[in-house]
């Protein structure tokens, strides 16, 4: 839950009261060429087949076993198996998503698992939505679920409604009775680029999304705007593992922007702005500020890092704001922003302490008992200095 308080400072504060366990969610995402038995899935297929019982996508074990669960996929070894999964589906056209539940599947005698149960219907409302689909369309599936599958994402793309983007897709997997291969999103997102594919069109889905992004790396600190703002956009919903993966990937991106803010300050070491530079977030992980100096006077730096513009919110955790706020030492932020394989650009503000008392000033009138772990702060609250490019070094040769 996060609750949000208007301040004397005249900006947003907003009191982050969840927070999500660590975990790294890999991509598994696959390009599948329908065949006459995956056809089956849909209900309007299965009336009409001759290929027996079967009412599933099979999920080629190469890439679902091996590449995607391998450890499911050994745990499962000798064992009838069955896995329920929430999925959706979108396409062949621009519509709705369509949600339902069913399971993936693998029985003992056979190599390959399935996306399986009862045949699926066509959606209420969209009669025949399936009907014109055809052997060699092809699937693009995502499996969403770290040790096993627990949601999956299907985009149906028709080599009728879209040829061009059909035919790139069918390009990527090997052929013949290889029709299913593992593809990354950014590949994904070039195929469509190249393909010249509409706004509305059902892969942007599974594509990236540089807005989506951007809500969920301020979602997952619990900013209320970008909350509202995810509940409201059209299109593929937002699952607790994005969350995690937003999660995971800001704390990578911290790790980064401290290194460079520990260059920024050795910069200032060797041209005598400052001495007695220490590290101190490598020499204490539980301390409140990365980084102090000894002089000319004491000061406690601590180093906030997006890949995005400057103007992006950024977290204050409470210990932080409680250490900010003494007049015993100076509390500076390191703001260090665009950040990329070549470097970043980097501000320094002036001394948050006053700031950091303010807010704390403001917690007073809160229940007893109610003791909120964060804040997040718009660069705007703060005062800074000149932007400084930060560029990383050469790999010695």
């Known amino acids: 839950m996060t609750r949000r308080y208007w301040s004397e400072h005249r900006y947003w504060l907003y009191f982050d009261c969840l927070f999500l366990e660590d975990e790294i969610v890999p991509e598994r995402i696959a390009i599948k060429v329908l065949t006459s038995s995956d056809l089956t899935f849909f209900d309007t297929f299965y009336k009409r087949s001759n290929v027996g019982n079967q009412k599933a996508i099979n999920l ?40 339902f539940a069913r399971s993936v599947t693998k029985k003992i005698k056979y190599k390959n698992w399935r996306l399986n149960g009862a045949a699926v219907p066509d959606p209420e409302g969209e009669e025949k939505r399936f009907d014109h689909l055809m052997v060699g369309d092809v699937a693009v599936i995502e499996f969403l679920g770290d040790a096993v599958p627990e949601a999956v994402r299907i985009v149906i793309v028709s080599s009728l409604d879209d040829s061009v983007l059909h035919s790139r897709l069918k390009g990527e997997t090997p052929g013949g009775k290889k029709s299913m291969a593992a593809v990354t999103r950014p590949r994904l997102s070039q195929l469509a680029s190249e393909s010249g594919i509409e706004l509305n069109h059902p892969i942007w889905a599974l594509l990236e999304d540089s807005e989506l992004e951007e809500l969920l790396e301020q979602a997952h600190m619990g900013v209320e705007p970008a909350m509202r703002r995810l509940k409201e956009r059209a299109g593929r919903r937002v699952t607790k593992a994005d969350l995690k993966t937003a999660r995971d990937r800001a704390e990578r991106v911290g790790d980064d922007g401290e290194a460079l803010a520990h260059q920024l300050l050795e910069d200032m070491v060797s041209e005598a702005k400052i001495s007695g530079l220490t590290w101190t977030a490598i020499e204490d992980a539980a301390a409140s500020w990365d980084f102090e100096v000894a002089s000319p006077v004491p000061l406690r730096f601590d180093a906030k890092s997006t890949t995005r513009k400057f103007e992006t919110p950024f977290h204050l ?73 930060i560029d990383r070094p050469d790999e010695p040769e």
């Open 60 to 99: 080629n074990a190469d890439v679902f076993g091996k590449q995607f669960y391998p450890d499911y996929a050994e745990q499962s070894h000798g064992k009838n198996v069955e896995q329920a999964v929430s999925v959706t589906i979108y396409g062949p056209r621009a519509g709705k998503p369509y949600h």
């Open 317 to 389: 955790s409470a210990a932080e704001t409680v250490a900010a706020s003494s007049v015993d030492v100076p509390y500076r932020i390191i703001r260090i922003y665009e950040l990329t394989e070549d470097g970043a650009s980097a501000r320094v503000s002036n001394d948050i302490n006053g700031f950091a008392a303010s807010v704390l000033k403001s917690m007073e009138s809160l229940p007893k008992g109610v003791l909120p772990e964060g804040f997040t702060v718009h660069p705007s609250a703060l005062t800074w200095g000149e932007e400084v490019k």
